[in-house]
Nanobody, 123 residues
Framework: QVQLVESGGGLVQTGGSLRLTCAAS????????VGWFRQAPEKEHEFVAA????????IYGDAVEGRFFIARDNAKNIVSLSMDRLQPEDTAVYYC????????????????WGQGTQVTVSS
């Protein structure tokens, strides 16, 4: 099992940037793919980005492709999500999740979840 804690959320103006961090603990983190998902009020869970256990392969949701960047440092047990050119529609609670079945866009492939961090983009 992996314990995950997100940080770095906050309030930013349209066009601004934020960097979210997912700090992990647990013996299986280095063997886990990590994904970021988000959920806005009254909306479904949305895939944002994911990275494989080695950090060599990453995938992105269509809404964030070219604006967000995911990276991981297994030595520090951290996965980051750098977000640029933020828009009001990026406003949501962002969650990181770890999964042992490999990199995926599907939330049901992830076993362990953090509590989330709020990102608010003002217009």
């Amino acid at each position: 099992q992996v314990q995950l804690v997100e940080s770095g959320g906050g309030l930013v103006q349209t066009g601004g940037s934020l960097r979210l961090t997912c700090a992990a603990s647990g013996p299986t983190f280095s063997n886990s793919a990590v994904g970021w998902f988000r959920q806005a009020p009254e909306k479904e869970h949305e895939f944002v980005a994911a990275i494989n256990r080695y950090g060599f392969t990453s995938i992105y949701g269509d809404a964030v492709e070219g604006r967000f960047f995911i990276a991981r440092d297994n030595a520090k047990n951290i996965v980051s999500l750098s977000m640029d050119r933020l828009q009001p529609e990026d406003t949501a609670v962002y969650y990181c999740a770890a999964g042992r079945t490999g990199i995926s866009r599907m939330s049901n492939q992830y076993n362990d979840w953090g509590q989330g961090t709020q990102v608010t983009v003002s217009s």
